[in-house]
């Protein structure tokens, strides 16, 4: 069974930048749709991007179109979130997701989790 394991997140300062990593293993990543969501404190998860496995296309929430960036390297079995230019309301937990289906959104529609990674945006 695939397993995903999210990495990158820390400390950064409001407009500073951070890349979270997503890698798999026991699988490849080349099958699915990733996703990123997140958590912020006392809040619901959060869909916030999501790249497509066969047309490597991008779909973004608007709450981070134009600061993040999704991207996949499937030979390294890799998906990034680049993130830039954050704000404290940025702090949450974040986690990468995969999917089956091409237009993944939903929670429901995602069938493997990697365990989430803190990101905190303060000065």
């Known amino acids: 069974q695939a397993h995903f394991v999210e990495s990158g997140g820390g400390l950064v300062q409001p407009g500073g930048s951070l890349r979270l990593s997503c890698t798999v293993s026991g699988g490849t990543l080349d099958h699915y749709t990733i996703g990123w969501f997140r958590q912020a404190p006392g809040g619901e998860r959060k869909w916030i991007a999501c790249?497509?496995?066969?047309?490597?296309?991008?779909t973004y929430a608007d709450s981070v179109k134009g600061r993040f960036t999704i991207s996949r390297d499937d030979v390294k079995n890799t998906a990034y979130l680049q993130m830039n230019n954050r704000t404290p309301e940025d702090t949450a937990v974040y986690y990468c997701?995969?999917?089956?289906?091409?237009?993944?959104?939903?929670?429901?529609?995602?069938?493997?989790w990697g365990q989430g990674t803190q990101v905190t945006v303060s000065s």
């Open positions: 790249i497509r496995g066969s047309t490597k296309s991008e």
């Open positions: 997701a995969a999917s089956f289906q091409s237009d993944a959104s939903r929670d429901s529609q995602y069938n493997y």
